[in-house]
């Protein structure tokens, strides 16, 4: 069984940074692992993924350049850097197991963890 344990989430203004952790226990080598946001009442939507080799590294368009996903290996542990933060990045993100592909379709992503709150607000 897949465990999930995220931290790091927070309100926070426009414009500055926060960092998301994520470590997984139980899941497949074979498992991307990735990012999906779910804003109130919006559908969600796939952030960021990393391939178990971490050649595949995907964002969706929403947060390229601003955003940056990671790992520890050996902690098992993924990371999202997200800088100059919008409002519209107010979400709760879920890390995430399963394919990562381009644009990160959120259904390619189908295991999640319970989330952590990220409120972007002045």
């Known amino acids: 069984q897949v465990q999930f344990v995220e931290s790091g989430g927070g309100l926070v203004q426009p414009g500055v940074s926060l960092t998301l952790s994520c470590t997984v226990s139980?899941?497949?080598?074979?498992?991307?692992i990735g990012w999906v946001r779910q804003a109130p009442g919006k559908e969600r939507e796939g952030v960021s993924c990393?391939?178990?080799?971490?050649?595949?590294?995907y964002y969706s368009t929403s947060v390229e350049g601003r955003f940056t996903i990671s790992r520890d290996k050996a902690k098992n542990t993924f990371y999202l850097q997200m800088s100059d933060l919008k409002p519209e990045d107010t979400a709760v993100y879920y890390c995430?197991?399963?394919?990562?592909?381009?644009?990160?379709?959120?259904?390619?992503?189908?295991?999640w963890g319970k989330g952590t709150l990220v409120n972007v607000s002045s």
């Open positions: 995430a197991t399963g394919d990562c592909l381009p644009y990160v379709p959120y259904d390619s992503l189908n295991n």
């Open positions: 139980g899941f497949s080598s074979d498992d991307a």
């Open positions: 990393i391939s178990t080799s971490a050649h595949d590294i």
